[in-house]
């Protein structure tokens, strides 16, 4: 009998116990990531072969103190490796772990492969070679702290290696985990099984393996154990051979129904051939399909639903993970009375949007990621998420009903003055404290950064409920939301890079088209509150030379030379904005040397320009002290030096349409009226339906040179 160590995931420790015992194992005691017994060579052999939670096993040749290199060494070489292995075997060191003095595994790998060598050599044996690529033999060697161990691995490759699946889909589970979920789904063997996710169908495959009683190791080509000095290859032979028998028996004598579906037909095709590699593709039915739109197959009356559903940025957005979650809770009540469901996911929040009470949680990784796997008893659907005509309840309807309200009044409005974009929420709730506003058939949820009296999980999970409620409400698919935090913003924060989607989405405004972009940057290319003002510029412009200062995206250049410009100067700070602007024009086919784009700081800029404009416009912002500005810019403090260099740049009969966001912002007009100038505040005029709630979004002037 040797001592052995099965290696598995945080969390599998007692079920891999029981797995260990029903194969024969008497002594099985759960550690940290993993199980010590006791077995013979039959039983280990068993337990590589028949395993389906470990992910390998070692035998222990040592346990010791590790202080530092030396222990480690003197402890390696006072192993007989000859009885172990023969010098003419190739092997290779697997080392995990650091303490104080042994600060690289392979510094620590080293040490070991010196102490293996050496013995060979005072035996007056060869030394064996090391090969990483292709070893006949793997050393296993743990340490934390200044506790070791040491031993041969058993298995070679890690045993979640079935061998059936080369390719995968996105994100997919290894096969040990998968083999874990279904073990602890509740799903007995004899029910009928669904993944309605399935991706490769790692769920589903295992689960028919265990139907069939395939041994889930019974494709593998090569073990590390035959390559040791006490192999018995007459038992091995005996035992592969029983199990290979079981495999091609196993199949005929399964009745269960497994049914797999994913809306991603390649996945769908790498799933089929995984199944047809592990031998259960006559098991498996896989169909293209929508979780949210899932139906129950006919005769699966009391089935069990399990599934690892998305759960990460690199596999969807947010909103459109929280709408899928949200949808399948409805779909399993609506279409899966009676059954029961497992779901794994490493978010909470998401699986709350399931909007069902578990029976059973377990907790456990998916590598380095904390999951939860939960148990569901589905009853049939409740009469209190369903409207007296059958229709679903609103999610946070005193949210929803406004939201229905707004569009009703504002998506009019929007249709018959020819705009693509607008707000069709602004914070009208203080407890839904966010900005809402639809482009095309695409929604940005603007969130902005709740007080610190509010707990983090309830803003959190009041912002899933917004999500939710305003996909239901406005019926725009997930994929098309888009969700973003905005908190105070100082100077030119709107260029921020937030992602590098590059998605680019053309949009009408007043019959001009401009391109937005709804991922990349906190804002989109185009302020909505000041759709009105781009308007009023283009019926000013016939026949001007225009100039637009601060001028981000150029929209407000696009509309005046839509309107006839003569000319046009755009001046920005920003070469990616500068460039936006460009690409703006020419969708509009205002191309041409009158138009003029120059990248400066504007204010620097405008101490030594001396040319002269009829039409000017300029939307600073409130402060900035970027470092490519020599000074920092408040536009309350510096507005009058601003006017005293555009007065100069301003023709006889030209106007400014001066505009800022600074709440309470105001115009010293005495000071104005010594430069000779006068203005006039136009702030209601440029304030469209869609912003009138909030007055102070911005305040605009028309500003000229007194009669």
Same mark, same amino acid.
């Given at each position: 009998m040797n001592q052995y160590l099965a290696v598995t995931s945080n969390g599998l420790e007692n079920l891999l116990v029981e797995e260990l015992t029903k194969l024969g194992i008497t002594n099985a005691k759960p550690v940290q990531a993993g199980v010590k017994f006791s077995a $013979?060579?039959?039983? +280990?052999?068993?337990?590589?072969?028949?395993?389906?939670?470990?992910?390998?096993?070692?035998?222990?040749? /040592?346990?010791?103190?590790?202080?530092?290199?030396?222990?480690?060494y003197l402890a390696t070489s006072a192993i007989n490796w000859v009885n172990q292995f023969h010098s003419s075997k190739k092997f290779v060191v697997d080392f995990n772990g650091t303490?104080?003095? +042994?600060?690289?595994?392979?510094y620590g790998a080293m040490k070991v492969k010196d102490g293996i060598v050496d013995c060979f050599e005072k035996k007056g044996l060869p030394r064996p070679n090391i090969s990483k690529e292709r070893p006949d033999i793997r050393i296993h060697v743990r340490l934390h702290k200044d506790k070791a161990l040491l031993g041969v691995d058993m298995v070679g490759a890690g045993l979640h290696q079935r061998g059936y699946r080369p390719e995968s889909g996105r994100a997919p589970l290894r096969e040990t985990l998968a083999a874990a979920i279904i073990l602890r789904s509740g799903w007995d063997g004899s029910q009928a099984l669904l993944d309605p996710m399935?991706?490769?169908? %790692?769920?589903?495959?295992?689960? !028919?393996?265990?139907?069939?009683? +395939? !041994?889930?190791?019974? =494709?593998?080509?090569?073990?590390? #154990?035959? /390559?040791?000095?006490?192999?018995?290859?007459?038992?091995?032979?005996? +035992?592969? /051979?029983?199990?290979?028998?079981?495999?091609?028996?196993?199949?005929?004598?399964?009745?269960?129904? #497994?049914?797999?579906?994913?809306?991603?037909?390649k996945v769908l095709n790498i799933a089929r051939d995984n199944a047809r590699r592990a031998g259960v593709d006559s098991l498996i039915e896989f169909g293209l399909g929508d979780a949210a739109t899932l139906v129950r197959p006919e005769g699966f009356s009391h089935g069990v639903v399990v599934c690892n559903p998305p759960y990460g940025e690199r596999l969807g957005t947010e909103p459109g993970l929280i709408a899928l979650y949200t949808a399948f809770g409805a779909q399993l009540k609506a279409q899966f009375g009676g059954c029961k469901a497992s779901i794994f996911s490493s978010s909470d929040e998401l699986l709350s949007c399931l909007r069902m009470r578990a029976d059973k949680q377990f907790k456990l990784n998916n590598g380095a990621l904390p999951c939860h796997q939960k148990n569901y008893s589905i009853a049939e659907r409740s009469g209190s998420e369903l409207n007296s005509d059958g229709t679903a309840a609103l999610i946070a309807p005193d949210f929803a009903n406004r939201l229905k309200k707004n569009i009703a009044k504002v998506a009019k409005?929007? =249709? =018959?003055?020819?705009?693509?974009?607008?707000?069709?929420?602004? &914070?009208?709730?203080p407890e839904y404290n966010v900005a809402i506003d639809m482009y095309l058939d695409n929604i940005v949820i603007q969130e902005y950064a709740a007080p610190k009296t509010i707990a983090e999980e309830k803003a959190k999970r009041r912002l899933t409920d917004i999500i939710r409620a305003t996909i239901q409400v406005t019926g725009i698919e997930a994929n098309k939301v888009v969700l973003k935090t905005r908190e105070k913003q100082k100077g030119r924060s709107q260029y921020q890079k937030l992602a590098q989607v590059s998605e680019r989405l053309e949009v009408k405004e007043y019959g001009v088209k401009l391109i937005v972009n709804l991922h990349d940057y906190l804002d989109?290319?185009?302020?909505?509150? *000041?759709?009105? %003002?781009?308007?009023?510029?283009?019926?000013?412009? $016939?026949?001007?030379?225009?100039?637009?200062?601060?001028?981000?995206?150029?929209? &407000? %250049?696009? *509309? !005046?030379a839509k309107?006839?410009?003569? $000319?046009?100067?755009?001046?920005?700070?920003?070469?990616?904005?500068?460039?936006?602007?460009?690409?703006?024009?020419?969708?509009?086919?205002?191309?041409?040397?009158? *138009?003029? #784009?120059?990248? &400066?700081?504007?204010?620097?800029?405008?101490? =030594?320009? %001396?040319?002269?404009?009829?039409l000017i416009f300029i939307d600073p912002p409130t402060f900035s002290n970027s470092k490519r500005m020599e000074e920092s810019f408040d536009v309350q403090r510096d507005h009058i030096k601003l006017m005293r260099n555009l007065k100069r740049l301003l023709s006889s009969n030209g106007t400014i349409v001066f505009s800022n966001n600074k709440r309470h912002f105001k115009m010293d007009m005495e000071v104005l009226s010594d430069l000779g100038l006068r203005a006039e505040n136009i702030s209601s005029q440029t304030l469209p339906l869609d912003f009138s709630r909030n007055k102070q979004i911005h305040n605009c002037w028309l500003i000229s040179h007194k009669a």
């Open positions: $013979s060579n039959e039983q +280990i052999y068993r337990c590589c072969l028949w395993s389906r939670l470990a992910s390998r096993f070692v035998r222990v040749l /040592s346990e010791f103190s590790c202080e530092d290199d030396m222990d480690l303490n104080r003095e +042994i600060r690289n595994s392979q399935c991706g490769s169908g %790692t769920l589903l495959i295992e689960a !028919a393996l265990m139907a069939a009683n +395939i !041994a889930p190791g019974v =494709k593998r080509k090569q073990w590390c #154990f035959e /390559s040791l000095e006490d192999f018995e290859p007459e038992l091995w032979a005996e +035992i592969k /051979s029983e199990a290979s028998v079981q495999a091609r028996r196993g199949v005929k004598n399964v009745d269960t129904k #497994f049914y797999g579906f994913d809306n991603d037909e409005w929007a =249709k =018959k003055e020819q705009l693509d974009c607008y707000r069709i929420y602004d &914070a009208d709730l989109t290319g185009l302020f909505l509150d *000041h759709k009105i %003002t781009r308007r009023r510029l283009g019926e000013m412009a $016939s026949g001007k030379d225009f100039l637009n200062l601060f001028a981000y995206t150029g929209s &407000a %250049t696009v *509309h !005046a309107g006839g410009a003569r $000319s046009t100067t755009t001046v920005d700070m920003s070469n990616t904005y500068l460039q936006w602007a460009k690409d703006n024009m020419a969708l509009n086919g205002l191309v041409g040397r009158q *138009h003029q #784009f120059i990248q &400066a700081d504007c204010l620097q800029w405008l101490e =030594k320009a %001396t040319e002269q404009y009829d």
